[in-house]
């Protein structure tokens, strides 16, 4: 299912972290990881020493399933789209890769994206737009 999230902060540096990792809840603990992510190249679990999250380096494509299809989230896209119709009729064998801005007016961009697509006609926050897509692969997948 998901193999990894990728996330690209501001200083133009790439992380991976892994679908099983439980983001600390609190402010100070998150900000301890984060530092240990940026000065170490990667956190690793205290008691298995798996790698947990890493430092990868650019371009993105290099890391991603050869069969990935990438879809930027852009709110002011010209194609407003039901996300669960729109990811129903993805073939199975597709790895589906979702670029989303974390502000609420930013733009995704790159050229090795795909398709754009809003899934609103208001600006959403990407926690809602990330909470969308989860949603509608679990109908697609039959998770729930």
């Not at 795909?114 to 208001?122: F, K």
Request: aromatic share 10%; hydrophobic share 40%; glycine share 6%.
């Amino acid at each position: 299912m998901v193999g990894a999230i990728y996330v690209k902060i501001d200083q133009g540096r790439l992380f991976e972290v892994k679908p099983h990792v439980r983001i600390p809840r609190t402010c100070s603990r998150f900000c301890g990881v984060i530092m240990e992510l940026l000065q170490k190249s990667s956190v690793r679990a205290k008691d298995t020493n798996e790698v947990l999250l890493r430092v990868v380096e650019e371009p993105i494509m290099r890391h991603l399933p050869i069969n990935s299809y990438i879809v930027g989230l852009y709110y002011t896209s010209e194609k407003l789209v039901d996300i669960e119709e729109y990811v129903s009729v993805w073939s199975n064998d597709l790895s589906p890769v979702f670029v989303v801005g974390t502000m609420v007016n930013g733009k995704v961009k790159g050229d090795y994206i795909h398709d754009y697509i809003s899934v609103s006609e208001y600006p959403l926050a990407a926690k809602y737009c990330l909470g969308m897509i989860c949603e509608a692969l679990e109908q697609k997948w039959k998770i729930f």
